[in-house]
């Protein structure tokens, strides 16, 4: 556990906080909605309950990340989110397809969403157009995915963010600011074993003490594809969950821990290493918790 | 006496890499691939009928292509030097060998790179302070990427651009590490004005010397006031120009290296490296100068 030299950043949406000093806020975790398969809305409308609910509860923020996979799923997602979410509930859409990108931050706008969402993502693959539409319907928030196909390593992950590793015009950072966004968060890209998967963890401080970006990643991506674990089934699922851990404990903001399904699972946990954290953080370096923290809210 | 020019690039090609797919590759958890652009490339100067070719340099600008590969190298803005310079694993072999099997019988494979003193110049140094200590490391690094090289191409080029703006004192020394005891012919390839270091470079322990007689044909002049035994490669269509030569310019130009260096000019080629330009633009340059070494060489 430690402390950072560089000036953290805090960035706020919908009343939500990320970012700051070990200790200080509360991990925030993103949950994947609409995955896989059709959108079934009754079952998300379930889950995101019970995020709202534990969330509450404990005091880990918890954010529903939309995935948008077809054209046809834009319109009826989003209405989803206006009906179900409570009305300044921040959340993240989690889109691959430039085209469905484009089309979905018009209607964000539209809908005046757009002070909610945290647009997942910008990364070496952004196109013209998807730059053009995020200038006319710039969110809030965005992820920038520090992934560099030429270097895994955390060295690889800022000189894509600095320049953009010769893949693209600019550096991704420098893309964002440009756009006028100044809330970014760092995914530092996760990648399989055996390529360099570890990277993405040990990038988190580095990132954090370079920019004072709030930094974190899918580190749980990196279990799905630890197929040795296919093994051991019950050890497979709590590896999964446990992963997040070491966002937290390697100084990380905020943790996408995959489907919304795991959530029971892994908001008390990443509450319970927050709060080892806090503990440390405020009586070595003085870091004291925010109100709505796990450690304040739980331990009374 | 009929003349025997061959065609030849000097390093780079453009290629236009999917960044989409690269990243869709990364959400789907698929290692990406890289040999797509090494075959676009080399397929181009295959197809222009280059005799010699090379593996286009398609995945980085030439300095981060090794600095990111060795030790104590960090790529931030630019290269940044951290430790001690060392070779670590092969850099640039993996791919001499993909482009090794795309290859017609009889084409020959260049293998390139970027020489010490460039890569020197082209960083910053954070951890040595003292600029010969880094190139003589960097020279034997890419000692050992020739090593290995050599067993799989058929010349080995040497690209030492900044030459021509400074000249070490043990420049010669420098490209001798590289160069002494390998078993292919080896090239050095200055581009930008010589004209200051001519004696110099005709002293290099090197087969050929290349330089960018096109952009700089003031330099046919100055190598004629000396007696340059080595062989050359002419740089006979421009890389920073996107205007294509006529076959009929380039052979003009290629006689006129002739009258100076007589059978000693061996191969003709761009003046540089040709990432910079439109794929098709260099493309075209490459099957112009093609058909230029054809009636050059009496075809």
């Not at chain 2, 430790?83 to 084409?107: C, F, S």
């Amino acid at each position: 556990m430690f402390s950072f030299t560089k000036e953290q950043k805090v960035f706020d949406i919908s009343g939500t906080s990320i970012g700051g000093q070990p200790g200080m806020y509360p991990t925030v975790l993103f949950g994947g909605v609409f995955f896989k398969g059709e959108p079934d809305f009754d079952d998300a409308k379930r889950h995101i309950q019970t995020i709202l609910d534990i969330s509450k509860q404990t005091g880990t923020p918890t954010i529903p990340d939309f995935f948008i996979r077809k054209v046809e799923y834009i319109q009826p997602i989003i209405s989803f989110i206006e009906k179900v979410l409570p009305r300044k509930y921040p959340f993240s859409i989690d889109i691959i397809e430039p085209s469905i990108k484009v089309e979905t931050l018009e209607l964000l706008t539209e809908k005046k969403l757009l002070s909610r969402t945290i647009y997942n993502s910008i990364h070496i693959g952004i196109t013209k157009e998807e730059i053009e539409a995020l200038q006319n319907n710039t969110p809030e928030m965005v992820i920038v995915v520090a992934f560099n196909p030429k270097n895994k390593s955390p060295d690889g992950k800022i000189e894509v963010l600095e320049n953009g590793a010769h893949l693209t015009e600019r550096g991704l950072l420098e893309i964002a600011h440009k756009l006028g966004i100044e809330k970014i968060l760092v995914d530092t890209a996760a990648l399989a074993p055996d390529e360099n998967s570890g990277a993405a963890i040990a990038a988190i401080p580095v990132i954090k003490e370079e920019y004072g970006l709030p930094t974190g990643c899918a580190i749980h991506n990196v279990v799905e594809k630890s197929l040795w674990l296919n093994d051991f089934p019950l050890a497979k699922k709590t590896v999964d969950v446990a992963s997040n851990n070491s966002i937290p404990l390697f100084g990380g903001d905020y943790a996408i821990f995959g489907p919304i399904e795991n959530a029971e699972l892994v908001i008390p946990l990443i509450a319970w290493q927050d709060i080892l954290v806090s503990e440390y953080a405020e009586n070595y370096f003085g870091v004291t918790p925010v109100a709505s923290h796990p450690r304040r809210k739980l331990l009374k | 006496m009929k003349q025997k020019v061959k065609t030849s690039v000097i390093g780079s090609y453009p290629v236009c890499v999917d960044t989409l797919e690269l990243i869709k590759d990364y959400f789907s958890e698929r290692e990406s691939s890289w040999t797509k652009y090494i075959e676009q490339a080399v397929r181009d100067m295959t197809t222009a009928e280059i005799n010699f070719v090379s593996d286009g340099q398609t995945r980085d600008p030439f300095i981060q292509l090794f600095t990111r590969k060795l030790r104590g190298c960090r790529i931030r803005d630019r290269t940044e030097i951290v430790g001690h310079v060392e070779y670590n694993d092969p850099i640039t072999v993996p791919d001499q060998k993909y482009a090794r099997h795309l290859l017609p019988r009889n084409t020959g494979l260049i293998g390139i790179l970027t020489g010490p003193y460039t890569l020197t110049k082209s960083s910053v140094d954070f951890f040595y302070h003292d600029e010969k200590e880094l190139c003589f490391d960097f020279a034997t690094a890419l000692r050992n990427e020739a090593a290995l090289l050599q067993k799989h191409v058929d010349l080995i080029s040497i690209d030492e651009p900044f030459f021509s703006n400074e000249l070490p004192e043990y420049a010669e020394e420098l490209i001798g590490i590289i160069t002494n005891g390998l078993s292919r012919p080896t090239r050095l390839h200055v581009c930008g004005d010589v004209s200051r270091i001519i004696p110099q470079l005709v002293e290099m322990p090197v087969d050929i010397l290349s330089h960018e007689f096109k952009a700089s044909p003031h330099l046919f002049d100055l190598f004629r006031e000396y007696s340059c035994m080595k062989k050359m490669c002419v740089g006979a269509v421009r890389s920073d120009d996107v205007r294509v030569e006529s076959i009929e310019e380039i052979v003009t130009h290629i006689k006129k290296a002739i009258d100076i260096f007589e059978e000693n000019v061996v191969q003709i080629a761009p003046d540089c490296g040709q990432r910079l330009l439109p794929r098709e633009i260099a493309f075209h340059k490459l099957q112009n100068l093609s058909a230029a070494g054809e009636i050059i060489n009496g075809g």
